[in-house]
């Protein structure tokens, strides 16, 4: 079975603070995603990469930046946490599309800044 | 922009009950639909559908796509408490590039 493992299911920073948020998968997967998730407005993508040192904006990067330098790994930075960042994140990682598989997501993180 | 919207919102059925969650979307580059299953924890993969007309079966869970209406179904026949979850359609756009819609809160009420 794929796993995709977040490195906190709870988080509390404060406003200014530089946030790290990791995730790594254990399937050799080619492809690594970030998302959010809030109450109305279901998944939004952050940033994904399709390989090692690779990053693409998602629909909302403003605000954060992300770090492939292994293959297993993808994290998430928020620069300079805001209020309006305190979000659920989750991770995901897939084969690459020609594959017709799904992409499997981690358990999450439920930060929130102060 | 591309779009995805479920409905209902929030479904609150008794036990046993059939359910017809709908999810219905607007993309420019459709490749697939995938339906997900997300309890407390890390969304779970049901779905994938490509192919028009083309039912899929899992258990008591089915699924068709529709791409003449740009849309999509997912049924749950006699449902059971565990059922209760939030259920989540995406869109494939692109290169694996996902869009989700709101969501479907369902409760199963004993």
């Known amino acids: 079975d794929v796993k995709v493992t977040q490195s906190s299911r709870y988080l509390v920073k404060r406003t200014g603070e530089k946030v790290f948020l990791e995730c790594v998968q254990d399937?050799?997967?080619?492809?690594m995603f970030w998302y959010r998730q809030d109450p109305g407005l279901g998944l939004r993508l952050i940033y994904f990469?399709?390989?090692?040192?690779?990053?693409e904006k998602g629909d909302i990067p403003e605000g954060y930046s992300v770090s492939r330098e292994k293959k297993e790994r993808f994290s998430l930075i928020l620069e300079s946490a805001s209020t309006n960042q305190t979000s659920m994140y989750l991770c995901?990682?897939?084969?690459?599309?020609?594959?017709?598989?799904?992409?499997?997501f981690g358990d999450g993180t439920r930060l929130s800044i102060l | 922009e591309d779009k995805v919207v479920q409905s209902p919102l929030s479904l609150v059925v008794h036990e046993g009950d059939t359910v017809t969650l709908n999810c219905s979307y607007e993309v420019t580059n459709f490749r697939s639909l995938l339906w997900y299953k997300q309890e407390k924890k890390a969304p779970t993969f049901l779905f994938m559908l490509?192919?028009?007309?083309i039912e899929k079966k899992s258990g008591r869970l089915s699924s068709i796509l529709d791409k003449k209406e740009l849309s999509s179904i997912l049924n749950i026949t006699a449902t059971q408490t565990g059922d209760s979850a939030i259920y989540l359609c995406a869109v494939e756009e692109g290169a694996q590039k996902l869009v989700f819609g709101q969501g479907t809160r369902l409760t199963i009420n004993p």
């Open positions: 399937m050799d997967h080619e492809n």
């Open positions: 990469s399709y390989d090692v040192k690779m990053k």
């Open positions: 995901a990682s897939s084969l690459p599309f020609w594959s017709n598989q799904p992409q499997h």
């Open positions: 490509t192919s028009s007309g």
